[in-house]
């Protein structure tokens, strides 16, 4: 890898992928036109983070509000996540689906993970929310669904564990368990996303139609969430009397003089919380009722000094909780408006329910089951999408030995995809790894050509 690391698109190239987005049939995917609507999220998702990390993501976020990409990105979420719950269940039942490699399936999967990781990106622009239009409806509601999971995971105390999914693991056909444990890993990591997404658009509360403040603030109720995930905190546990956050992807512990630090995960939370509270708008339209005001009293247990010191907006949330404990704000303001309603969610449901099954049965037959040739060219333009270099530029840490753990330098030198110590683990895990490295480097060779 070059000194100076991968390189964001050409302009050229960027504005290419973003004219090239457009909507999908949820019986399509998978397939190869949805193949290369994947391919053109997954760079342009790729793009976006170097472009960030560099200060240079202006050219993106203009070329999404020129062509009006956002509602395209947000009915594609909606899309995928509607195949997860509703397709990706049938396949896993269905007896007679054996698949030579689950990796077809995995990517529909990440879809979503890479469509929101796209946006978090890209929101923390105001002509970006503004350029959603009315989808940002379909957004906030599907924001709401995940930051209720979150919730629901927390209060029960579920904690995932992180499931390493490796290329040997997807090439075989007994790993549709360990697809469904990814699954729910990926639903945990989607959730944080969506609740740094959903901050963004509360950045612009002062410039959002009425019927997203409505939907946010009443139909949503989402301040009383956003209380639960402060008293539960899903990205934080304690795992054998040690503190663990969830962060960059994975479970860290955290030192004690660590332990009353503020992650970016807390800090969404009250940001949020601090512009759906303080906004003068956002207070006449939010009920605050014996319950609703009994839940936003709790956050002051947590406003410690210390927390304030790290926040400082905070002492205004302290100030406003104070007054609200010792008066009996007026009742929200009741505007005589035509309310807009979401539409992307109820559009799929209605277009497709009753034909769950038929559909998953139609994608593994045209779909999921492709042939030995199939496979191997698919693996291959997979290999050119997930280019190796820029993902070793965003992975937080160094690569591991897939056999013992400690930090790698060698590579297979066929598929490029695993990382190995010495040449002792790389031969030890030949027979694991080699239908994978057949896979995505081509046709068989000896074990001598590792």
């Not at 957004?139 to 290329?167: F, G």
């Not at 704000?329 to 009753?354: C, F, M, S, Y």
Request: aromatic fraction near 6%; glycine fraction near 4%; proline fraction near 5%.
């Amino acid at each position: 890898m070059a000194a100076a690391g991968p390189a964001p698109l050409l302009p050229a190239e960027a504005e290419a992928l973003v004219r090239a987005l457009q909507g999908t049939e949820l019986r399509d995917a998978g397939g190869q036109g949805w193949l290369r609507q994947h391919e053109c999220v997954e760079k342009l998702n790729m793009h976006a983070i170097l472009s960030a990390s560099a200060g240079q993501e202006q050219l993106l976020t203009e070329l999404l509000v020129t062509y009006a990409k956002i509602p395209v990105l947000i009915g594609e979420l909606i899309s995928v996540e509607i195949w997860k719950h509703k397709i990706f269940p049938v396949l896993c039942r269905l007896e007679d689906f054996k698949p030579r490699s689950t990796f077809p399936i995995y990517v529909v999967l990440h879809h979503e993970a890479s469509i929101i990781n796209l946006l978090e990106t890209v929101f923390f622009y105001k002509e970006i929310c503004e350029s959603a239009e009315d989808s940002i409806l379909d957004l906030i509601d599907y924001c709401h669904r995940k930051l209720t999971l979150l919730a629901a995971r927390s209060t029960n105390r579920q904690t995932v564990t992180p499931v390493e999914l490796h290329a040997e693991d997807l090439a075989n056909a007994s790993s549709m368990q360990e697809l469904q444990k990814q699954a729910e890993t990926m639903e945990f990591e989607i959730s944080l996303k969506a609740l740094s997404v959903l901050r963004f658009i509360t950045d612009q509360v002062e410039s959002l139609p009425l019927s997203a403040l409505t939907r946010m603030l009443n139909t949503h109720n989402l301040p009383c969430l956003l209380v639960e995930l402060v008293e539960h905190c899903p990205w934080s546990c304690r795992e054998a009397g040690k503190l663990k956050k969830f962060e960059n992807g994975a479970w860290h512990v955290v030192p004690p003089e660590d332990q009353v630090k503020m992650t970016k995960l807390d800090g969404q939370v009250w940001l949020a919380l601090l512009n759906l509270l303080l906004s003068p708008e956002c207070q006449r339209k939010y009920h605050f009722d014996g319950f609703n005001k009994s839940q936003l009293l709790k956050l002051r247990a947590f406003l410690t000094d210390v927390l304030v010191d790290q926040l400082p907006n905070l002492v205004e949330m302290q100030r406003f909780l104070s007054h609200l404990a010792v008066t009996e704000p007026a009742p929200p303001r009741k505007d005589l408006v035509l309310e807009q309603v979401p539409v992307i969610w109820d559009h799929i449901l209605k277009k497709n329910t009753g034909k769950w099954e038929a559909i998953a049965k139609h994608q593994v037959k045209h779909v999921f089951s492709p042939t030995e040739e199939e496979l191997k060219l698919q693996a291959r333009r997979w290999a050119q999408i997930y280019s190796l270099d820029m993902i070793e530029a965003l992975a937080p840490d160094k690569p591991r030995c897939r056999v013992c753990g400690t930090e790698a330098a060698k590579r297979c030198s066929r598929c490029r995809n695993e990382w190995y110590c010495t040449r002792a683990c790389q031969v030890q895990h030949w027979q694991k790894h080699k239908a994978a490295c057949n896979l995505m480097a081509g046709a068989p060779r000896s074990t001598d050509d590792l």
